[in-house]
């Protein structure tokens, strides 16, 4: 059995993504890793900790639409796994053209070269695939609950999680994908409502909260995200899904006082805005098969999470300016 692993990560220099190139290369020490990423407003290269992996580890810039260049990659890879995407639900009802070709094209690009060269792929994708559960029930998607995307973001990733299947289904690929809830740790835009909210509490500038705030999401520590791809990926169990969740349901005015709290700062901060159009109410994802399968299991608190979030946002605030 080969015992190293030559790894070909997308969008490594984001949130999910470059916390998972941190996590598997000091974990895997004899594994290289080649980080193919557009580098776009969501990126920044200095979260990968790339001056302790020397030579095992590559920065490409590129596009995952770029056929030739993605081609010659893969082939060269023993494992391609997907973060590669354009993530803020906003921007895709802004324009949604960006969302289409990354996130469904891209798609397809690795598709082809994965197919042509017979090599493993894993597809990182949203529980926002489900659509959105009523906020009075005790329901949780599982990996049999329809398809039913609600916004041109979810939609794309539908869209690629569907070309996906039909590729294992009509090619026979060795391809797994997995569908996480809200992740939330170092390394996020602050467009998104954990950091927003920490950077702009610190700053003592107002906090916008869609609606009311009670749509609740499933938060998961972006590191047990990490160790929930590694183990479906080496498992070759090629054709799941799996859905990954911590089981922790928060309504995002919960979230936003729990980090007020941590930093000691007025809730008078928060400033309710006009919903989101469309605004999925609740995500809640059951983590069963997961478990069961592959023995995963979150290891980290969300109190305990939240608080080492706030802390490493508030002593690296210049990588988020
Ligand atoms: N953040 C979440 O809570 C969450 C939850 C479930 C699933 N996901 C999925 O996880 C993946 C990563 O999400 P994230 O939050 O880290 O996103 P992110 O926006 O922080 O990072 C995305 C990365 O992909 C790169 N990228 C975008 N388009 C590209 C292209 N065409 N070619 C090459 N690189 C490109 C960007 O430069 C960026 O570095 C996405 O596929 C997203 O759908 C995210």
């Keep these: 059995m080969v015992r190293w692993m030559r790894l070909l990560v997308t969008g ?10 941190n996590y598997w290369l000091l974990k895997y020490p004899d594994d290289s890793l080649i980080n193919v990423d557009k580098l776009t407003y969501a990126s920044n290269p200095e979260y990968v ?41 906003d921007n895709s009802i802004a324009s949604a053209e960006p969302f289409v070709r990354s996130n469904y094209f891209g798609v397809f690009n690795i598709l082809e070269s994965v197919r042509r060269y017979d090599v493993q792929f894993h597809q990182v994708s949203t529980d926002e695939v489900y659509g959105s559960l009523p906020l009075d029930s005790d329901r949780k998607f599982t990996e049999s609950s329809a398809y039913n995307p609600r916004n041109p973001y979810s939609a794309t990733k539908a869209a690629a999680d569907h070309l996906i299947r039909s590729y294992i289904n009509t090619y026979g ?59 479906i990926i080496l498992s070759k169990n090629y054709g799941e899904t ?65 608080k080492s979030t706030v802390e490493h946002y508030v002593n690296n605030l210049n990588l988020y300016m």
């Design 173 to 231: 690929i060795h391809a797994t994908i997995s569908n996480s809830s809200n992740n939330f740790g170092p390394y996020q835009h602050r467009e998104k409502l954990i950091p927003k909210t920490i950077i702009n509490a610190m700053n003592n500038r107002r906090i916008p909260v869609y609606g009311d705030g009670s749509q609740v999401r499933d938060w998961l520590y972006v590191k047990d995200h990490c160790s929930a791809i590694e183990k």
């Design 49 to 89: 900790k790339h001056h302790i992996f020397g030579s095992r580890y590559k920065l490409v810039r590129e596009d995952i639409t770029n056929r030739e260049v993605m081609d010659d990659l893969v082939k060269r890879s023993d494992v391609v796994v997907n973060f590669a995407a354009e993530s803020h639900v």
């Design 242 to 306: 799996y859905l990954v969740s911590a089981e922790n349901e928060r309504r995002n005015i919960d979230v936003v006082t729990s980090i007020l709290r941590i930093l000691g700062k007025s809730k008078d901060l928060i400033e309710f805005v006009d919903d989101r159009p469309g605004h999925d109410v609740r995500y809640a994802l059951d983590p069963s098969k997961l478990k069961r399968h592959l023995s995963w299991k979150a290891v980290h608190s969300f109190e305990s999470a939240l």
């Design 12 to 21: 490594g220099a984001g949130f999910i993504g470059s916390n998972f190139v």
